[in-house]
């Protein structure tokens, strides 16, 4: 398999936070096109794995390659290549993020979250950015609501207005960050959807879930972590199938 | 400005006498140009401390060790210490020390001087409302804006201080009624404002009433900000 395939590798990850080991010698990949489920307990490390991928975490010690090029090098807490700001915040904006929270600006509308991005960061003129926002917006069915700010919004309809905003700065990746953990149990179906048509379309997907049914259907591959480490990965038939490790089962079990 | 043309009356004029009649003219003229001072030494020094106290809030937040010593030093000591000696300090120590070390003489206009005073303190006292109200804004803002691409400064400017406006708009408010009622700090170094001239009537003519006047005047001044403060507050939460 050729280097440049990996959209996301991530080489002897350890990750600190004071005394608490949450990432312990991680290695990881994401395929292009591979859409990646990471499920495991709270506390495992699978959001802080995904954090670390944009810096909004910075690794202890180890390598992150994003689309083949090195983005974060370190060993022993000290950067052991030289950190370009503006490179990473480059970066950055190849990854598209939606976060648990939705984190949507609630000073701005729909169609100004989806906007704001490309306009000062791409600095693409307001039309363009506006014509190619509505047409995010319809693809997560949200059309209608292109002036509603925030608050006015359902949080299903929040975090489907927060994958249009990131997807309007043409990601190569996104990553979700337990994206239905906070939404009320009937409106995690439409987002859901939102989710599988993106993955349908060949997008490259890293999604830290906790929804089975989710990871099951649409994952070309489940990660599943505890502890800190990644215990087992494998299709999605082999993980809920015929897992492998105590505890894998035992977290199976307890998710039924 | 002519503070007759201002009030469209001439004091030779009909209009005036007429008033006259019923109010002492003279007097009210006195406390018109008391108040125009008062609110000149107010809008200014506000206006100019607002854009230092931006600057030192966010040398505050900042991750460089000595910007962020430096403003915290600035607010320490703004703070710390009271803003009528501040005022002398601007007015007569500084140019008594610079006539000291040079021999020259330095001339400060005490206009200029209580402008800069009363800048200078406002800043630090602006600084911790901006601060406050920037670490505010949920971590997510800026986390959001980072995974976006945008920089440090575009995620401050475009979506964190926007948001945060409509917060510090009440501490805002209060810090503008506090400076409004402290220029009358300033009449010790001889600024004739609102105080100034309602103590020189109450003194020089022996009528008792004019210094409840005077009171009346910042009362009806500092009613009016704080209803100006809460519909300016209003417009900008209109998104929440």
Redesign the interface.
């Known amino acids: 398999m050729n280097k440049n395939a990996h959209m996301i590798k991530v080489e002897n990850v350890d990750k600190f936070f004071g005394d608490l080991h949450v990432l312990k010698n991680i290695d990881f990949e994401v395929i292009k096109g591979e859409v990646v489920c990471v499920i495991g307990p709270s506390g495992s490390g699978k959001s802080t794995l995904l954090r670390c991928l944009n810096h909004l975490e910075r690794i202890t010690s180890g390598k992150v390659y994003i689309d083949g090029e090195m983005v974060d090098y370190r060993v022993g807490d000290k950067d052991a290549m030289k950190i370009d700001g503006s490179k990473v915040t480059e970066m950055c904006s190849e990854l598209g993020m939606v976060f648990q929270r939705f984190n949507l600006f609630p000073h701005k509308t729909a169609l100004g979250n989806v906007t704001l991005a490309p306009m000062i960061v791409r600095k693409t003129d307001k039309q363009e950015a506006e014509k190619k926002g509505m047409e995010l917006l319809k693809s997560v069915g949200l059309e209608s609501k292109r002036d509603e700010y925030p608050a006015r919004l359902s949080g299903g309809q929040q975090q489907r207005v927060a994958i249009a905003r990131a997807m309007a700065m043409d990601p190569k990746i996104l990553l979700f960050d337990e994206p239905t953990s906070a939404l009320d149990p009937e409106l995690v179906g439409e987002v859901l959807e939102v989710m599988k048509k993106l993955a349908f379309s060949g997008m490259t997907m890293m999604v830290v879930t906790h929804e089975m049914g989710f990871a099951r259907d649409v994952a070309d591959r489940v990660v599943f972590m505890d502890d800190g480490s990644v215990i087992e990965e494998g299709t999605p038939e082999e993980i809920f199938g015929n897992p492998k490790s105590k505890r894998l089962k035992e977290f199976l079990a307890l998710t039924k | 400005m002519n503070l007759n043309m201002l009030l469209l009356l001439n004091e030779g004029g009909k209009l005036y006498q007429w008033l006259d009649s019923y109010v002492n003219m003279t007097k009210v003229s006195v406390f018109a140009r008391g108040t125009l001072v008062t609110l000149e030494l107010t809008l200014l020094s506000m206006l100019l401390g607002t854009v230092l106290g931006m600057l030192i809030a966010l040398g505050r937040i900042s991750r460089n060790k000595i910007l962020k010593t430096v403003t915290w030093v600035y607010v320490w000591i703004f703070r710390g210490t009271p803003l009528l000696l501040q005022i002398l300090i601007v007015y007569l120590a500084i140019p008594l020390m610079y006539m000291d070390f040079t021999g020259m003489p330095l001339r400060i206009d005490p206009f200029m001087a209580a402008i800069f005073a009363l800048m200078l303190n406002t800043a630090a006292y602006l600084a911790e409302i901006f601060r406050a109200g920037i670490l505010s804004i949920?971590k997510?803002?800026l986390?959001?804006?980072?995974?976006?691409?945008?920089?440090y400064t575009?995620a401050m400017t475009?979506?964190i201080i926007?948001?945060s406006v409509s917060r510090v708009i009440p501490p805002y408010s209060n810090e503008f009624i506090m400076i409004l009622k402290d220029t009358s700090l300033t009449s010790v170094i001889g600024i004739t404002e609102l105080y100034r001239e309602a103590s020189r009537l109450a003194s020089g003519t022996g009528d008792w009433r004019m210094v409840f006047i005077a009171a009346g005047v910042y009362l009806f001044l500092t009613t009016i900000s704080t209803f100006v403060f809460s519909k300016v507050e209003k417009r900008t939460s209109r998104?929440?």
């Open positions: 949920d997510g803002q986390e959001a804006s980072k995974a976006l691409g945008m920089s575009q475009k979506v926007p948001q998104y929440l």
